[in-house]
T-cell receptor, first 114, second 112 residues
């Protein structure tokens, strides 16, 4: 089984709808992240959480919110979806910061907002 | 703000040729630099991580170098195979920052 899972894998929605993307991990990591990827751009950080009580905005948090329901679960919500939120969304986890830290990524959720 | 650039954006080579992928970054105060591989529908996989004190890392046919002072890293893939076809992303972790900064990636196609 995958260590980091995302649901749904694909989603089509309409402008103005509220949607939630979910992420679960079995790695036991405290740190979790949400990124979006657009064609021709690198991954950009939306929100990150270093533990259940810690939530931080990334570089492009406007229009998004998150919930860290448990160590293993981190959800991303679009309160009122708009077409420019069409993108590939990745959840990631990590165990430690400096030096040897690497991040483990889920398979991604492809979102289309019409 | 850290800026990461990858050149070229796309690369197509015949099987067996060596691949050279470039990554540059603007702020040399980094903890580490990582190379990831992205396959469609499968997310990102970490290939190599180079700490700021290291000059290179090797794993099988992959070798990554780091020249922190000039803000550059190169990923070499020896004797390329069709299975190496993927998008390769470079990312750096900068001092005082709490996120990885990613390049846009190089999409590699290895022709059989």
């Amino acid at each position: 089984d995958a260590d980091v899972t995302q649901t749904p894998r694909n989603r089509i929605t309409k402008t103005g709808k509220r949607i939630m993307l979910e992420c679960s991990q079995t790695k036991g990591h405290d740190r979790m992240y949400w990124y979006r990827q657009d064609p021709g751009l690198g991954l950009r950080l939306i929100y990150y959480s270093f533990d259940v009580k810690d939530i931080n905005k990334g570089e492009i948090s406007d229009g998004y919110s998150v919930s860290r329901q448990a160590q293993a679960k981190f959800s991303l919500s679009l309160e009122s979806a708009i077409p420019n939120q069409t993108a590939l969304y990745f959840c990631a986890t990590s165990d430690r910061w400096e030096d040897q830290e690497t991040q483990y990524f889920g398979p991604g959720t492809r979102l289309l907002v019409l | 703000k850290q800026e990461v650039t990858q050149i070229p954006a796309a690369l197509s080579v015949p099987e067996g040729e060596n691949l050279v992928l470039n990554c540059s970054f603007t702020d040399s105060a980094i903890y580490n630099l990582q190379w990831f591989r992205q396959d469609p529908g499968k997310g990102l996989t970490s290939l190599l991580l180079i700490q700021s004190s290291q000059r290179e890392q090797t794993s099988g046919r992959l070798n990554a170098s780091l020249d922190k002072s000039s803000g550059r890293s190169t990923l070499y893939i020896a004797a390329s195979q069709p299975g190496d076809s993927a998008t390769y992303l470079c990312a750096v972790l900068t001092f005082g920052d709490y996120k990885l900064s990613f390049g846009a990636g190089t999409t590699v196609t290895v022709r059989a």
